[in-house]
């Protein structure tokens, strides 16, 4: 059974560095054990990809790439998502998602409860 | 805006059948698997249908997709009041090299 979850803070100002984690079970993030990726949905909004990880690749969405970091630790199963200068359009839930299957058919399968952000002085 | 294009809202009457489209370009829905997803209030997207036609255990079968060339359909028979959410599409972009979304649509039971 594969289970997601979202850590981190529910307030940030503008221009902090967001970090968020995601714990994870029932996989590993090694070969072939699939990725984990981030997404967020502002509120009312639609949903966004942010970044992805797997064993030996990361990527990351083009228009938010020279913000984003994304890292694993693969000891205590968790996927590290760190967002520089923070602004209140980041202002979202932002989840975690387990990609499952493999390419070219790779899916968001599982995914977390997701965590509210808001950013504001 | 998104890179994939769903109408904003759909609508239908318990028992009523209905469909979401889903378009986008060569680089994406024409060369990549798509995938919907529905988002209940106040809940995290769930997993509806994966490579453009696929059900995950325990979808009911009244959940159905389909591709042709640079559009997705996702459809709904047999409307049930608790299908009342939002639906997203989803695919690979080659060109973008990034996960896409569409703007959602809302289905709302009559």
């Known amino acids: 059974q594969i289970t997601l979850k979202e850590t981190g803070p529910t307030l940030v100002k503008p221009t902090q560095t967001l970090t968020l984690t995601c714990t994870f079970s029932?996989?590993?993030?090694?070969?072939?054990?699939?990725?984990v990726g981030w997404i967020r949905q502002p509120p009312g909004q639609a949903l966004e990809w942010l970044a992805l990880?797997?064993?030996?690749?990361?990527r990351y969405s083009p228009s938010l790439k020279s913000r984003l970091t994304i890292t694993k630790d693969t000891s205590r199963n968790q996927v590290i998502l760190t967002m520089t200068n923070m602004d209140p359009v980041d202002t979202a839930t932002y989840y975690c998602a387990h990609i499952g299957g493999y390419y070219p058919l790779e899916r968001f399968d599982y995914w977390g409860q997701g965590t509210l952000v808001t950013v504001s002085s | 805006q998104s890179v994939l294009t769903q109408p904003p809202s759909a609508s239908g009457t318990p028992g009523q059948r209905v469909t979401i489209s889903c378009s986008g370009s060569?680089?994406?829905?024409?060369?990549?698997?798509v995938n919907w997803y529905q988002q209940l209030p106040g809940t995290a997207p769930k997993l509806l249908i994966y490579?453009?036609?696929q059900r995950p255990s325990g979808v009911p079968d009244r959940f159905s997709g389909s591709k042709s060339g640079t559009s997705a359909s996702l459809a709904i028979s047999g409307l049930q009041s608790e299908d009342e959410a939002d639906y997203y599409c989803a695919t690979w972009d080659d060109s973008l090299n990034a996960w896409v979304f569409g703007g959602g649509t809302k289905l709302t039971v009559l």
């Open positions: 490579s453009n036609d």
């Open positions: 029932g996989f590993s993030l090694n070969t072939g054990g699939g990725g």
């Open positions: 990880i797997y064993w030996d690749d990361q």
């Open positions: 060569s680089s994406n829905i024409g060369s990549k698997a």
